[in-house]
């Protein structure tokens, strides 16, 4: 059994930044790719970015990219997002899921959300 847990959302200026954490339960963290998705009101959770087990392959969705970084530490079981340069159109939950790639039918797992308000 997976059990994931976001946390760090919170209210925020544009411009502002968040650093939001994805903390796993489960001896195999290490093993799998872990995965941010945001959904907005009204819309559908969309892909923002995924990292492999070792780090050593990373996706960003182009909204996102050189404002946001994702990073690991597999000793501490913890996914990171951090979010510079905030936008209003980055409010959404945060979402992070364990599975491959950036299509979210190919997560299984997911954690219970995160809220990120991004004001103008």
């Known amino acids: 059994q997976v059990q994931l847990v976001e946390s760090g959302g919170g209210l925020v200026q544009a411009g502002g930044s968040l650093r939001l954490s994805c903390a796993a339960s489960g001896r195999t963290f290490s093993t799998y790719t872990v995965g941010w998705f945001r959904q907005a009101p009204g819309k559908e959770r969309e892909f923002v970015a995924a990292?492999?087990?070792?780090?050593?392959?990373?996706y960003y969705a182009d909204s996102v990219k050189g404002r946001f970084t994702i990073s690991r530490d597999n000793a501490k079981n913890t996914v990171y997002l951090q979010m510079n340069s905030l936008k209003p159109e980055d409010t959404a939950v945060y979402y992070c899921g364990r599975g491959w790639g950036t299509i979210r039918s190919n997560y299984d797992y997911w954690g219970q959300g995160t809220q990120v308000t991004v004001s103008s």
């Open positions: 990292i492999t087990w070792s780090g050593s392959t990373i």
